[in-house]
């Protein structure tokens, strides 16, 4: 059993990481495919009850190339906890850098695992600049901005924003 004494009484807990999909296909030899490895980033998050609990996901997809006809498609999606009453992150920080920061290096090894013994070995992918990515994404275009919206509640105090 582990010692909570001392563990920060504000904040977000991390309660379950879980990858709904994960999907590698072999394509065959094709002209069209791209010389460099083409890849997309996806990210949503939405409260899942009483705005206590909430969900982020990461979708990550990378295409085919010539040296390696296969492409990759893998969501991961994370479970955090509110704790306390004042944290000192705003939730609209946290869902949108944080949650997918955390989220990441499970979805790197998770590409690695499921590529590992496929016929062109490993896929490694290298970090990435979660801050940059999230730049060019709209927060408001998520499940959760529309929660708050659909419950007509102040979206700069339930996200931060």
Same mark, same amino acid.
């Given at each position: 059993m582990s010692d909570t004494r001392g563990a920060p009484?504000?904040?977000?807990?991390?309660?379950?990481?879980?990858?709904?999909e994960q999907t590698l296909r072999l394509h065959g030899p094709s002209e069209g495919m791209a010389e460099e490895t083409p890849m997309q980033f996806g990210w949503d998050w939405k409260f899942l009850e009483a705005k206590t609990r909430f969900e982020v996901l990461v979708q990550i997809s990378i295409g085919p190339t010539k040296a390696r006809p296969e492409d990759v498609k893998l969501v991961a999606c994370a479970i955090f906890s509110v704790v306390g009453d004042a944290q000192s992150v705003a939730l609209s920080d946290f869902v949108r850098l944080h949650g997918p920061a955390i989220l990441f290096p499970?979805?790197?090894? *998770? /590409?690695?695992?499921?590529?590992?013994?496929?016929?062109?070995?490993? $896929?490694?992918? *290298?970090?990435?600049?979660?801050?940059? /990515? $999230?730049?060019?994404?709209?927060?408001? *275009?998520?499940t959760g901005a529309r929660q708050v919206e659909e419950n007509g509640q102040d979206s700069k105090s339930s996200t931060g924003e």
């Open positions: 009484e504000t904040g977000y807990n991390l309660e379950k990481i879980y990858f709904p499970y979805v790197r090894e *998770a /590409i690695s695992s499921l590529t590992g013994r496929s016929f062109f070995g490993p $896929m490694y992918v *290298a970090p990435l600049n979660i801050v940059k /990515i $999230m730049s060019d994404l709209d927060p408001k *275009a998520t």
